[in-house]
């Protein structure tokens, strides 16, 4: 039965008694709770490649900026215990504010330069907040590998770059964009949009469609693609675009034609709710 922990020693106990009596390894899925068809994938990832599988809901107040949705982020715990239990989650590890960030706590894990760039850049400081609560929650849980999507792409670069420089254990395994059948990205703040707004966001998704077509028969300037994207936009006015960017999927740096691993990334604001999409173009 899936047990449902609230402190960072319950945790740690509970991940180094099942690795010492047996061996097991313990994968790890981060999340912020309002769980779907996305998150189950990631979960169904880590129940594949690892003996026992902790699923974190907490949503983290430092990576949101003033003026962001902390307050109205979609919370459900009962909800999300039960989508968890049933793909296969063990534990559940959902701590407080104060059980994370005690009185005083004053360190935090920044990664100068990546988390500058693409979301970084639109939310100063968003990275640092990222950086910070998953680093924590790598050494409670102590898991062998942490399971991410590729949706936020720019998140997972940041964090393989942290875990790299702070010579963590944890391996950061990358899984697939889960969409819509319409091709919407799976998204928690998709739960914001109206009924047409939902159809101004499918937007996103025939951009980058696009490029990711584009690029299969030949294309490589990056500008053209930029071109065609933002082209595509133009067909939803009411959408506005925050970026359109070809860039390294290691550094985040812009780059001028494509390469292998290219990140094709796009973000834009349908209404109050900002939306991300991206491509990886071999």
Partial sequence: MMEILRTVAEVRQWSRKERNDGGNTIGLVPTMGALHAGHASLIRAARAASGFVVVSIFVNPTQFGPNEDYERYPRNLEADCALAEAVGADVIFAPSVEELYPAGAATFVEVEGLSDRLDGHSRPGHFRGVATVVAKL???????????????????????????????????????????????????????????ERGQALVLSRSVRLVEVMAAGGERHAKVLIEAARKCFTAEARVRVDYIELVNWATLEPMESVAPGSLFAVAGWVGATRLIDNAILE
Avoid: H, W
């Avoid at 050494?139 to 963590?168: C, P, S, W, Y």
């Fill in 138 to 196: 790598l050494i409670a849980t102590e898991a062998n590998r942490a399971f991410f999507g590729q949706k936020d792409a720019a998140q997972v670069a940041v964090l393989r770059r942290m875990v790299a420089d702070m010579r963590l254990a944890t391996e950061i395994v990358v899984c697939p964009i889960v969409r819509e059948a319409d091709g919407l990205a799976l998204s928690s703040r998709n739960s914001y949009l109206s009924a047409e």
